[in-house]
């Protein structure tokens, strides 16, 4: 059982154990963050994983999802990047 909240119901079922390991590896590629930007991104880092691996054409509801979660995964990393203290000085 994932331990994050899928707040969006349809692709909460597709929001799997594996798929949200993978997530959190993607994630954690990206730098350290908080617990907090590090679970919202990894949130919306398997709503992506999941829209990717399910897309049927360019217009069906995944791509749709796929481009809102790809924008909002971008705002939060480049806030979270902002709000992170520079490791090296």
Do not use: H, W
Not at 39 to 56: I, K, S
Request: a negative charge; proline letters at 3%; aromatic letters at 14%.
């Amino acid at each position: 059982m994932p331990r994050l909240y899928y707040p969006d119901a349809y692709l909460q079922k597709f929001c799997d154990d594996e798929r949200e390991a993978r997530a959190f590896s993607d994630v954690d590629g990206y730098g350290d963050f908080s617990v907090d930007y590090r679970d919202t991104l990894a949130r919306f880092r398997c709503y992506v994983l999941a829209c990717l691996e399910n897309q049927g054409d360019s217009e069906d509801l995944f791509a749709i999802k796929l481009e809102n979660y790809r924008r909002e995964f971008e705002r939060v990393l480049v806030q979270a990047k902002s709000e992170t203290p520079d490791l090296d000085g």
